[in-house]
């Protein structure tokens, strides 16, 4: 670790020791029942957010501090309750991560309206002024590692392409899909691919940039909701659809971790399937087994312990009156939401062990057959 980044890591931790001991009640003071962050999550259904969950517990526990997650199960109604259960609570500072970008917006406007700062977690709030920041991935990097993966193993001309997208509620499923899209689209136009399970997609191959209503129209045909049950039924079907010629040795744009392992089991039970190759994202340890026993190709590792020291170090400067860094923006749909992304990086099961078990992210008796 370079000095710099030592330093930079100590004077964040001052901070935030700092930042967190002002907020939480003095041993000797009467048990506060203010709270100044809250943190709102999706759903506790995907191995994803119980990561971030583990994650802000680790980092807020190490610091000392109490802080009160609530998960929303899927379920925007339940967010907007959670939202109001936390303002009632007193928080300064919301980091929430909505369920539905768009429907979240009232619960971001509940909470400006009492006060509150809003930090937009990973998936970005739609259709309003109410965010104040947002913490993300670099979300069209990932589509555009997950294609470029697909690329680089693709030789010839006329290779089987099958396309599966996100939830079309999700932001983020439009800039995977975006970012997928630009490094495919070539390949598409020039023969190397040849899409098999959207019309959607065909109509518009030779655009190089699709508008959002042009991206909403694929997903709508290729989504897996972010539902396992649904992308596998949704591969089956597409599979069923597919002729002898269609499969082979076939290239397969997954989305995300879960949706990719229930789309290659789908694949692999085929029989006109002789290989596969999927994409993810998420490094969830069942995806990192899948990629170890060679059933997944590769997954995009999203580092969520950067992207919670990254809300917690935003939660603090609101919390000390200041505004968060911003190296970017992303348009909402009514704002340019300032943001700082993080960089994603692509694991195979050449790196697996160098970025998961040596990064000290996952320990390695998790894992079996690890080389
Ligand atoms: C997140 C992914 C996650 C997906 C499904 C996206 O917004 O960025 O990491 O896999 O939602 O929960």
Redesign the pocket.
């Known amino acids: 670790m370079s000095k710099n980044v030592l330093f930079k890591l100590l004077s964040l931790l001052v901070v935030v020791m700092m930042a967190l001991s002002a907020c939480a009640p003095a041993a000797d003071d009467q048990p506060s029942s203010e709270l100044a962050v809250g943190i709102v999550l ?2 506790k259904d ?1 191995p ?2 119980i990561q971030d969950e583990t994650r802000f517990k680790d980092a807020l526990s190490a610091a000392g501090y109490d802080v009160e997650i609530l998960f929303s199960q899927g379920d925007s109604s339940q967010e907007k309750a959670n939202v109001e259960s936390l303002i009632a609570k007193g928080i300064k500072v919301l980091i929430i ?1 909505p369920q539905d970008g768009s429907a979240a917006a009232a619960a971001a406007e509940a909470a400006r309206e009492a006060g509150v700062k809003v930090i937009s977690y ?2 970005l709030i739609r259709d309003t002024e109410a965010v104040d920041y947002y913490v993300t ?1 670099d ?1 069209i990097a990932v589509g555009a590692a997950q294609a470029q993966y697909l690329v680089d193993h693709a030789s010839g001309t006329g290779n089987p392409l099958y396309l599966y997208a ?2 079309a509620s ?1 932001n ?2 439009f800039l995977f899909f975006e970012g997928a899209w630009n490094v495919l689209q070539p390949k598409i136009a020039d023969g190397t691919f040849v899409i098999k399970n959207s019309s959607e997609a065909v109509a518009l191959q030779d655009k190089a940039t699709l508008t959002r209503d042009e991206m909403g129209s694929i997903i709508g045909q290729i989504t897996t909701n ?1 539902d396992f049950n649904t992308a596998k039924t949704l591969a089956e079907s597409n599979l069923t659809a597919a002729s002898a010629e269609d499969k082979g040795d076939v290239f397969i744009l997954a ?4 949706t990719a392992r229930a789309i290659a089991d789908a694949f692999a039970a085929d029989s006109d399937v002789s290989s596969y190759l999927v994409t993810g ?2 490094a969830e340890k069942a995806s990192v087994q899948y990629i170890i026993d060679g059933k997944q190709s590769m997954t995009v590792f ?1 580092d969520v312990r950067t992207l919670v020291d990254d809300a917690i170090a935003a939660a603090v400067t609101f919390l000390e009156g200041n505004t968060p860094e911003a190296s970017t923006s992303y348009n909402n749909g009514a704002i340019d939401v300032p943001a700082n992304p993080t960089v994603v990086i692509t694991v195979t099961k050449d790196n697996v062990k160098s970025a998961l078990i040596d990064s000290g992210y996952y320990p390695a008796s998790d894992f079996t057959g690890l080389q």
Request: charged content about 35%; some cysteine.
């Open positions: 999706p759903t995907e994803r957010w991560c990973d998936r991935f979300s996100g939830a999700d983020n499923a972010w989305p995300n971790d879960g994202q998420d999203k």
